[in-house]
């Protein structure tokens, strides 16, 4: 048991780790990570649509269409805040470019 948490820690840093080079796939895969609460991390829907936001901007056609699936079942606030979650990372991703 505690070598599949493993397994599952390692696949989310690895999948975190591609994100932050701008990977729309692995934005995509974290949002169904945080939408499904699979491999070991809990359900957390602001979570989920701001990387399928940040997959959707970087052209995931499937993105596009999870991240709204999941808008329906969020607060105006809680889509917010996704969003503002969502751009803080575009702005980090833009400077460490610059």
């Known amino acids: 048991m505690g070598s599949s948490l493993k397994s599952a820690q390692f696949l989310i840093e ?8 701008g990977n729309s796939d692995a934005c995509y895969d974290l949002g169904i990570v945080f939408s499904t609460g699979s491999n070991g991390v809990g359900i957390d829907l602001i979570e989920a649509h701001k990387w399928f936001n940040l997959a ?14 999941i808008a329906d079942d969020m607060t ?23």
Do not use: K
């Open 14 to 21: 690895s999948r975190l780790r591609d994100a932050a080079t």
């Open 56 to 69: 959707a901007v970087a052209g995931h056609h499937e993105a596009q269409y999870c991240r709204a699936e």
């Open 76 to 98: 105006a606030r809680d889509i917010a805040e996704a969003q503002r979650q969502a751009r803080a990372l575009l702005n980090q991703s833009m400077h460490r470019a610059a």
